[in-house]
């Protein structure tokens, strides 16, 4: 599969006669030596990356790293010094003036931090103004953007304008706008950097929920950990215009690749972005219930353990079964776990996070059991594991 975005050994140097750059000399000079010695800055510097279709992309850095200058790479709004950038295998890089605009009117949309609406018109006609610069008639491109603005949540203020409207709405009516065009790639500079607390978490949230319908390519740009992390597939990570690890979120929290990352990493709780599914490990002991009270009992003392979870004839975890009870149940002379009195498991699912698993785990002595939709057992979660796994993003306090 051809990657909706590749990016390839991309780098912008400014200022005059810029190639003095990437000569073999500065190849192992800092970005400020290279701004010392020729007066040149650094943008970008020897960028590659690749975003599958229907991804969020994540490209998060300090305010100066180069996260603007790459965005705008993308489109050509600044042209890069060297390198290449592939939309669906195209080399847009060598796209004439004309392929340039339908591609840029076509393909893609940008969300901006100061929303980049037009303060005299009406939300109606600013979300309807990428469909007006192609050319669709009124009635298609009203139709179109009344759409969009139902689909951002915003139906009922079509004839507004935006200073009557909070800057968190004022975003919405700048996705509507990018959404309208119906374009593969959204690419979103810092969109909800201006936003309140509160308010931010709160267009996060509806952005997930329309990719979730949508399945939009979207390039987003953060200077946020926390947010690039909650919106992220994959994270990017730049310093000095260069790209210092990229991997899943949980790669970023879990294996920060150097002491800058770390730095970013550290203000996370890991408990936030950690799944069962990671710290899970193999069920130190089960039992079958069609195995009855005495091979159970002989299976724990075998292994030394005091409990063991029980899984039922259908293959789903019933719940806990201790030494005790296998014994009372085998001097009873039961031949069946099937109704034996056991003691009922803290069950999580895969996906859910340390944080919520906590508390759990305050409220039983065993193991906590993760277990898959159909009910069956697919890990155990031990209370050390849930600390240790905790701990090393948290040293600090
Ligand atoms: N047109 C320009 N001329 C010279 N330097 C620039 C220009 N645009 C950006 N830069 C420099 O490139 C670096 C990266 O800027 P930018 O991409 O805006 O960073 P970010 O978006 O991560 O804050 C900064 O040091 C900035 O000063
Ligand atoms: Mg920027």
């Keep these: 599969m051809v990657a909706q975005i590749k990016v390839a050994g991309l780098w912008k140097i400014f200022g005059a006669r810029p190639e003095r750059a990437l000569q073999p000399e500065y190849a192992a000079k800092s970005r400020a030596e290279i701004q010392a010695e020729l007066g040149l800055v650094v943008g970008l510097r020897d960028v590659s990356f690749s975003v599958d279709r229907g991804q969020i992309f994540v490209v998060m850095g300090l305010s100066g790293s180069g996260k603007s200058t790459l965005v705008r790479c993308l489109i050509r709004l600044t042209e890069a010094t060297k390198g290449q950038v592939y939309f669906d295998g195209e080399d847009i890089c060598t796209y004439s003036s004309a392929q340039l605009t339908q591609f840029r009117r076509q393909k893609i949309a940008m969300v901006f931090q100061h929303f980049g609406l037009l303060p005299h018109r009406r939300v109606l006609d600013n979300v309807a103004y990428g469909l007006e610069i192609q050319g669709m008639g009124k009635a298609a491109r ?222 039983t002595e065993y193991p906590i059991a993760v277990v898959a939709e159909n009910g069956s057992l697919l890990g155990e979660i031990r209370r050390g594991v849930l600390l240790t796994g905790l701990s090393a993003g948290s040293e600090e306090g």
């Design 142 to 363: 009203y139709r179109a953007a009344t759409e969009a603005i139902e689909t951002v949540g915003l139906k009922g203020w079509e004839h507004y304008y935006p200073r009557e409207m909070s800057g968190g709405m004022q975003q919405r009516v700048g996705i509507a706008r990018a959404l309208a065009v119906n374009p593969d790639v959204l690419l979103m500079d810092e969109p909800f950097s201006g936003l309140d607390p509160l308010i931010r978490r709160e267009i996060q949230d509806e952005l997930l929920s329309l990719q979730t319908a949508l399945h939009k390519t979207i390039v987003f740009i953060t200077h946020d950990l926390n947010e690039a992390l909650k919106l992220g597939d994959r994270i990017a990570i730049m310093r000095d215009g260069q790209i210092i690890q990229e991997g899943s979120p949980e790669e970023i929290v879990t294996l920060p690749s150097d002491d800058y990352v770390t730095e970013f990493v550290q203000d996370v709780s890991r408990s936030k972005v950690i799944q069962a599914q990671a710290i899970m490990q193999e069920p130190s002991l089960v039992v079958y219930e069609r195995q009855g009270p005495r091979v159970a009992l002989h299976t724990m003392q075998s292994h030394s353990v005091g409990a063991a979870f029980l899984i039922g004839r259908d293959f789903t975890l019933r719940g806990i079964i201790t030494q005790e009870q296998a014994a009372a149940l085998s001097s009873q002379h039961q031949e069946s776990l099937e109704d034996a009195p056991i003691t009922p498991a803290m069950t999580t699912t895969p996906e859910t996070y340390i944080e919520e698993i906590i508390p759990l785990a305050a409220q």
